[in-house]
């Protein structure tokens, strides 16, 4: 039996022929409102400098050593970091180290990059006077966000949850980050107000959504549309899973409809849908 809601591992994307290795795993195809992607900048590729004129981008840095420059302003960038460019403002991202920086990236609301309204900026317009950003809202690094108090009689036994983008800082969806400690599970749950994906960014574990019963691996993106019930489980012993997402178009938890469907049971771990 196949799965309702597949995993996407980019290691089954192919590279497109010409320009940056921009991977698109889940797109409108999927039947997602937004565009979830995977970058990876050399360190000898000239930074191509943009905009999207109908979306918000968001984008976290998982690998590597570069910059990003929003609305003419230049920032260092490394692992960690939370980029949140708003409609319209241009930006862009330049490797300054030896080794790959390594993207993972979402459209807002942009099924495609066409959707998107992208656009190519010229120098000349790479500081446009009507961007109007403020650091402290659109790049910050994970580290430095507090932890949130998640009540685990309603499912949630992650040991480590922080929302870098929501509400409180400007943001109309939230960006979360997860850890699972060995033996940790995120239990039975749905969003009735929103899609999420979500992207492994290491550790190996079990994720359930509807009837599907899937082991996940770093590289994997995962889109749960509003109302699916899923849940996420730490099968290591030793290894946490890390996990970065979002709530599209909910910029907290509460907006998102959390309804706790309760425990992942004992048959659901030894249960595999292939």
Same mark, same amino acid.
Request: hydrophobic share 35%; proline share 5%; glycine share 10%.
């Given at each position: 039996?196949?799965?309702?809601?597949?995993?996407?591992?980019?290691?089954?994307?192919?590279?497109?022929?010409?320009?940056?290795?921009?991977?698109?795993?889940?797109?409108?195809?999927?039947?997602?409102?937004?565009?979830?992607?995977?970058?990876?900048?050399?360190?000898?590729?000239?930074?191509?400098?943009?905009?999207?004129?109908?979306?918000?981008?968001?984008?976290?840095?998982?690998?590597?050593?570069?910059?990003?420059?929003?609305?003419?302003?230049?920032?260092?960038?490394?692992?960690?970091?939370?980029?949140?460019?708003?409609?319209?403002?241009?930006?862009?991202?330049?490797?300054?180290?030896?080794?790959?920086?390594?993207?993972?990236?979402?459209?807002?609301?942009?099924?495609?990059?066409?959707?998107?309204?992208?656009?190519?900026?010229?120098?000349?317009?790479?500081?446009?006077?009507?961007?109007?950003?403020?650091?402290?809202?659109?790049?910050?690094?994970?580290?430095?966000?507090?932890?949130?108090?998640?009540?685990?009689?309603?499912?949630?036994?992650?040991?480590?949850?922080?929302?870098?983008?929501?509400?409180?800082?400007?943001?109309?969806?939230?960006?979360?980050?997860?850890?699972?400690?060995?033996?940790?599970?995120?239990?039975?749950?749905?969003?009735?107000?929103?899609?999420?994906?979500? @992207? =492994?960014? /290491? %550790?190996?574990?079990?994720?359930?959504?509807?009837?599907? &019963?899937?082991? #996940? !691996? *770093?590289?994997?993106?995962?889109?749960?549309?509003?109302?699916?019930?899923?849940?996420?489980?730490?099968?290591?012993?030793?290894?946490?899973?890390?996990?970065?997402?979002? @709530? =599209?178009? /909910? %910029?907290?938890?509460?907006?998102?409809?959390?309804?706790? &469907?309760?425990? #992942? !049971? *004992?048959?659901?771990?030894?249960?595999?849908?292939?």
């Amino acid at each position: 039996m196949g799965l309702h809601y597949p995993l996407v591992d980019i290691a089954d994307l192919v590279a497109p022929d010409n320009g940056p290795d921009l991977r698109t795993a889940i797109s409108g195809t999927e039947g997602s409102s937004t565009t979830a992607f995977f970058l990876t900048l050399d360190w000898n590729k000239k930074p191509v400098t943009h905009r999207h004129t109908r979306c918000d981008e968001i984008t976290i840095c998982l690998e590597g050593e570069g910059r990003t420059t929003i609305a003419g302003e230049t920032s260092p960038l490394h692992s960690g970091h939370c980029v949140r460019v708003p409609a319209g403002v241009s930006h862009c991202f330049e490797n300054t180290g030896t080794s790959p920086l390594k993207i993972v990236g979402f459209y807002i609301g942009a099924p495609d990059t066409n959707a998107s309204g992208f656009e190519l900026v010229t120098g000349t317009e790479s500081k446009d006077p009507t961007d109007t950003v403020s650091a402290d809202e659109t790049l910050l690094h994970w580290d430095d966000v507090p932890p949130e108090t998640m009540d685990k009689e309603e499912g949630w036994l992650i040991n480590d949850f922080r929302l870098p983008f929501g509400a409180h800082n400007g943001s109309g969806t939230t960006l979360f980050r997860a850890q699972f400690f060995p033996g940790a599970v995120h239990k039975k749950h749905a969003h009735t107000n929103c899609e999420e994906i979500y @992207y =492994i960014i /290491s %550790g190996h574990g079990l994720a359930g959504a509807g009837d599907d &019963r899937v082991e #996940v !691996t *770093a590289g994997q993106f995962h889109y749960i549309p509003a109302g699916v019930e899923h849940w996420l489980h730490n099968l290591s012993n030793t290894d946490p899973i890390h996990v970065i997402g979002v @709530y =599209i178009g /909910s %910029g907290s938890v509460a907006e998102t409809g959390y309804v706790y &469907r309760g425990d #992942v !049971t *004992a048959d659901d771990i030894a249960a595999r849908t292939s």
